[in-house]
């Protein structure tokens, strides 16, 4: 059973940096046809897809995200990791990672909520 847990700040201040990172346990980042995806929720919003690190560490980002994101990885400890530069209020949402499988997104992570204010 593949297990995601998102951390990291849960305030972050105007244009600074929001980093968070997802531990994922009970298969490899690593493992052949494995994605892992960073998506968000802002408050009465739909789910916005921010981009994707695959298991060869080639990234994909959104276009309205790509200018200010980051996703990388850390095979020793299997994480990925999301950083989001200059961040203003529009980016308070509930942030998730997610693995993708194929085309289907099987295994999310519980959120984490990120609120940007001063």
């Known amino acids: 059973q593949v297990q995601l847990q998102e951390s990291g700040p849960g305030l972050v201040k105007p244009w600074q940096t929001l980093s968070l990172t997802c531990t994922v346990s009970g298969g490899a980042i690593t493992t052949t046809m494995n994605g892992w995806s960073w998506i968000r929720q802002p408050p009465g919003k739909g789910l916005e897809w921010m981009g994707v690190?695959?298991?060869?560490?080639?990234?994909f980002y959104s276009p309205s995200f790509k200018s200010r994101t980051s996703i990388s990885r850390d095979t020793s400890k299997n994480q990925i990791s999301l950083q989001l530069t200059s961040a203003t209020p529009e980016d308070t949402a509930v942030y998730y990672c997610a693995r993708i499988y194929g085309t289907v997104y099987d295994y999310w992570g519980q959120g984490t909520q990120v609120t940007v204010s001063s």
């Open positions: 690190i695959l298991w060869d560490g080639r990234t």
